[in-house]
């Protein structure tokens, strides 16, 4: 089955009619959903009709029965008024014989009485006729039950069959989704909750030199907010989440957007209100665009104010009329403002990864606005670590590399690397 491209996502530019195995089945899943649905329906509907035939054919039955019965006594009546005029005769030598032995007003009475029985007869034969019609048509509603209901069930074990064929597919392409989904968080994770290893194919553009350890300490250190700072490291331990092309799977465990990866690493790192188990903003609440308005989570930060863990928006469809844009998470310089570097997922097929930051660029895909996520009045969120815990941290993993540990560089005005420049989301 060949599916056409889906409409793009935040991150995914259009002509690019991006794709992937991932998003193919979870698009025949949703199909099969609907047909499901529908099936469902069908075999409650062919249910229903089926009770109301049933209570039909159980009325018509009696009905039929009644007609029955109505019939055999209106045969019974005009045999017996038959029977009588037979007995008293016509008036012929019944009558001179009444004439003889009973005079003439014994006579008259008799044909009258003969004329009333005639009379008798004619309604007794008229209402079995309107009997027999009656009974004719019973039989034949009865009938047009029994076959509809017939149909009925036949529809019952057709909607049946369709929809445990239907349930099958849908399990199938589920396990199927499922097995896309085998790499998982990083598991090795030190006291100060960054990574101690590097997730193959995750550092990037040189980020590699540096390592998920030390580039987490140090984002760590330069965080705008505790909060941020717990958001760093969610994101780092999430290196490697597959893309959820076209949206799809975006609240997995480990799948997401751009939207979806710097929104949960707030929400499940930090402990803010800006994802939910079943739903995450997408750039439209961050920018804001498109008449949505904007979350209050995400505040205005300066450019030249930009710390580890503030979110960098980008139009990444400057032409206008596409339903997304673009954000990453900045995560600061580790070698004193010589590099800086950010986070986000951006690619069908590809991961969460670490590149060096945009920057704030006017064309190609223009930087759009720079936004600090805070908390709420009110909201309750979680404890970060120690500062002292990341400061240990980072000592030991120098004193082990017999190196002696980097100072942190003095904050600068972000600025991108020479080499890099904004790529296509």
């Known amino acids: 089955m060949i599916l056409p491209p889906p409409p793009p996502n935040d991150g995914v530019l259009p002509n690019q009619g991006q794709i992937d195995a991932y998003l193919q089945l979870n698009t025949q899943r949703e199909l099969l959903v609907v047909r499901?649905?529908?099936?469902?329906?069908?075999?409650?509907?062919?249910?229903?009709?089926?009770?109301?035939?049933?209570?039909?054919e159980a009325y018509s039955g009696t009905s039929v029965q009644q007609t029955v019965?109505?019939?055999?006594?209106?045969?019974?009546?005009?045999?017996?008024?038959?029977n009588k005029i037979y007995q008293q005769g016509d008036g012929g030598l019944g009558a001179l014989a009444t004439v003889l032995t009973g005079g003439p007003d014994s006579f008259i009475q008799r044909l009258n009485q003969v004329q009333m029985d005639r009379t008798s007869a004619n309604r007794a034969v008229?209402?079995?006729?309107?009997?027999?019609?009656?009974?004719?048509?019973a039989e034949v509603h009865d009938a047009s039950l029994t076959s509809q209901l017939n149909t009925a069930r036949a529809a019952e074990i057709s909607a049946m069959s369709s929809l445990?064929?239907?349930?099958?597919?849908?399990?199938?392409?589920?396990?199927?989704?499922s097995a896309l989904d085998l790499s998982k968080p990083q598991t090795a994770v030190g006291a100060d909750g960054c990574p101690t290893q590097n997730v193959a194919n995750t550092l990037r553009g040189g980020a590699e030199a540096f390592g998920a350890a030390r580039l987490c300490q140090i984002a760590v250190s330069q965080a705008a907010t505790p909060q941020a700072a717990l958001a760093i490291k969610w994101a780092f331990i999430h290196l490697g989440a597959a893309y959820a092309c076209g949206g799809a799977g975006r609240m997995e465990p480990f799948r997401m957007d751009c939207s979806s990866f710097v929104s949960r690493a707030y929400a499940e790192g930090a402990g803010l209100n800006t994802a939910g188990a079943t739903w995450a903003p997408s750039t439209r609440n961050m920018v804001p665009w498109d008449g949505v308005a904007l979350d209050p989570h995400y505040a205005y930060v300066a450019p030249a104010d930009l710390r580890a863990g503030d979110l960098v928006l980008y139009d990444s469809c400057p032409q206008g009329g596409c339903p997304y844009k673009h954000v990453v998470m900045y995560i600061g310089s580790p070698d004193g403002g010589k590099t800086f570097w950010m986070m986000h997922t951006n690619s069908c097929?590809?991961?969460?990864?670490?590149?060096?930051?945009?920057?704030?660029?006017?064309?190609?895909?223009?930087?759009?606005?720079?936004?600090?996520?805070?908390?709420?009045?009110?909201e309750v969120v979680h404890a970060p670590a120690p500062p002292v815990t990341a400061a240990a941290a980072m000592k030991a993993a120098a004193v082990k590399a017999a190196a002696k540990p980097a100072a942190t560089p003095k904050a600068k005005t972000p600025k991108p690397a020479k080499s890099a420049k904004p790529t296509k989301a």
């Open 69 to 82: 019965d109505a019939l055999s006594a209106a045969k019974r009546r005009v045999d017996n008024v038959a």
């Open 164 to 177: 445990k064929v239907l349930v099958a597919q849908l399990a199938l392409v589920d396990s199927q989704m």
């Open 126 to 137: 008229h209402d079995a006729q309107t009997t027999r019609t009656a009974a004719a048509l």
């Open 349 to 378: 097929g590809d991961v969460a990864k670490v590149e060096p930051f945009y920057g704030f660029p006017t064309a190609g895909e223009p930087f759009l606005v720079a936004r600090r996520v805070v908390a709420l009045p009110g």
């Open 36 to 56: 499901i649905a529908t099936q469902q329906a069908q075999l409650v509907g062919a249910r229903a009709q089926i009770t109301a035939l049933n209570v039909q």
